[in-house]
């Protein structure tokens, strides 16, 4: 597997890139067979009433799928719900009333018939009853099942196209949240009247500009929109794990123009983060990997915020035609103080995880205690905004926040809000923070990744205070003179480091606004070339 360390990838020549991209499309073959039926619940609980009596049934899966079907089942003739399996099953104990066991425990167990009642794993589910001997005409499943398969195609397909606009020739396919761009940047090029959004996995993809279907996390569904479709221009949106979207269009309408637009880079994220946090498995990690290559090679525009020596060598070895952009960038800067005063406003909004999460991203992005220091000096008025504190139901799992905002006047905590509404408030500040006393030595995406963060600050007239290991970014405040970089890993000396350069803010501010200008004109200019 390809190492996501700049050595390693310096070194990595063309024939190395290309050498697993054969069974590349195998696996893609694969995966499309495995999520090609709709995960559409409503039909996969009317062909579970169609099976028959069931007898004496244990149902596989203790999670929301589960607790949704028991009462149909309870109401089934000739079937008998036995108890519930489930690898959680210590933790889990019951489930309305229903004992739930581990796996291993289904032989001690009276059954007829095992359900597999879950729609994402049923493969693997399959495989662990046929390890523990459960005869595989006694295990009843839905979403491969041929004829599910069949029927639940025929009727997603049938409702997609009724409800699709006559005249579609564009198509955005959302494999991810957000743009890099957002909808009314590419209005100029995808118009709003013959253009639609595709969204897989998930249908996160609502747009104002742009009509927005959910594939109901089906591979076979995109598949049969597209043949139908037949669009001049596929516009991919994605992410680590959505990477092979792109590959799966390039082969279905091969005569459509395809322009990728990458919000993540496997190739330079550390592994141990990505197979914990992301992928799941390593060989999940090596098919995301591939899929990027296979992007790099294709020979068609790669739009991301990734630049650097690192990505110059993929971009050589591969023939990419790749064009650094800048994400979430807005037109218009908004204004804020530019005179010195103190207490000094300084603001971070991003990612910060809670005590307990896993280390290999607390550490990475746990801007926490530096704020909290300097809020406690009575030098620094400080705000955090949380983008991963969506809902106050999760106001448990960041209490350690909220006790740091109710002991420390100088210091306030918010829940995250939306993008917009945000920049607002960070406008009222200073300086927008970005300095790291810990990050990993290893993460060399952060070494050559152009942060939302970067850009939020930018658009919210923000000079910022940052760390030097967040190299290409780095080299562009130094460039512009657009704030303050310091070595990382002297906390003490970057607060001294921020306090001398307040006394320059309108300078620092200045050289804010011409770096925004200089990511404006650079996304334009991207834009009319890739389009042109």
């Known amino acids: 597997m390809i190492e996501a360390s700049q050595g390693r990838l310096l070194q990595l020549t063309a024939a190395d890139a290309l050498a697993g991209q054969a069974g590349f499309a195998e696996r893609i073959r694969r995966r499309i067979e495995r999520f090609k039926a709709p995960r559409d619940r409503r039909l996969a609980f009317n062909f579970i009433g169609r099976m028959g009596p069931l007898g004496r049934l244990l149902v596989y899966g203790a999670g929301a799928h589960t ?22 099953w210590e933790a889990l104990r019951s489930l309305r009333g229903y004992p739930v066991i581990a796996p291993e425990q289904v032989s001690a167990v009276g059954y007829d018939h095992v359900l597999v009642a879950n729609d994402m794993a049923e493969e693997e589910m ?14 009843r499943t839905v979403y491969s099942h041929p004829d599910f398969t069949r029927e639940a195609l025929a009727a997603g397909k049938r409702d997609l196209l009724n409800r699709i606009p006559a005249g579609t020739r564009y198509v955005i396919l959302a494999g991810t949240p957000g743009g890099l761009f957002s909808s009314s940047d590419l ?20 747009s104002l500009h742009y009509p927005s279907f959910d594939l109901a996390h089906s591979l076979g569904l995109l598949v049969e929109v597209l043949e139908a479709i037949q669009p001049e221009v596929v516009y991919t949106r994605t992410q680590f794990t959505t990477h092979f979207l792109a590959h799966l269009a390039r082969t279905v309408v091969p005569g459509a123009r395809l322009i990728q637009e990458f919000h993540d880079f496997a190739l330079v994220t550390p592994s141990d983060a990505l197979v914990d946090q992301v992928c799941g498995s390593e060989e999940e990690l090596e098919t995301v990997r591939l899929a990027e290559l296979d ?11 990734y630049g650097g020596p690192v990505l110059d060598h993929l971009v050589a070895i591969t023939g990419a035609r790749h064009h650094l952009v800048y994400p979430y960038l807005q037109r218009d800067i908004l204004k804020g103080p530019t005179l010195p005063t103190e207490p000094i406003r300084v603001v971070y909004a991003g990612q910060l995880y809670p ?15 530096l704020l909290v220091r300097m809020a406690r000096t009575g030098r620094f008025q400080v705000e955090a905004y949380n983008s991963v504190h969506t ?3 999760e106001d448990g799992r960041f209490q350690a926040f909220w006790d740091a905002d109710r002991d420390n006047p100088g210091f306030t905590y918010h829940r995250a809000l939306g993008y917009r509404p945000t920049i607002t408030r960070l406008a009222a500040a200073h300086w927008g923070f970005l300095y790291n006393d810990a990050p990993r030595a290893d993460n060399l995406s952060r070494q050559v990744a152009i942060a939302a963060r970067l850009t939020g600050y930018l658009n919210a007239g923000l000079p910022v205070i940052m760390d030097d290991h967040h190299t290409f970014m780095a080299e562009l405040v130094r460039r512009f003179g657009a704030g303050i ?8 000396g970057a607060v001294a480091a921020l306090l001398s350069a307040h006394g320059h803010l309108e300078a620092h501010r200045e050289g804010a606004r011409r770096l925004h200008a200089h990511m404006v004109e650079t996304n334009e200019r991207v834009l009319s070339e890739v389009w042109a």
């Open 355 to 369: 005590p307990g999460f896993p280390p290999l991203l607390k550490t990475e992005w746990n801007y926490l205690p």
């Open 295 to 305: 992007c790099l090679a294709s020979g068609d525009p790669i739009l991301s915020k």
């Open 187 to 206: 209005i100029r090029h995808l118009p709003p009247d013959r253009t639609i959004i595709l969204a897989y996995p998930q249908p996160y993809a609502l």
């Open 485 to 492: 970089v310091h070595p990382v890993g002297d906390p003490e």
């Open 391 to 393: 809902q106050p139901s």
């Open 126 to 139: 399959v495989a662990r009853l046929e390890a523990l001997e459960v005869p595989r005409d006694r295990i």
């Open 67 to 88: 607790e949704l079907l028991l009462p149909l089942l309870e109401d089934f003739p000739g079937t008998t719900v036995v108890g519930l399996i489930d690898r959680r």
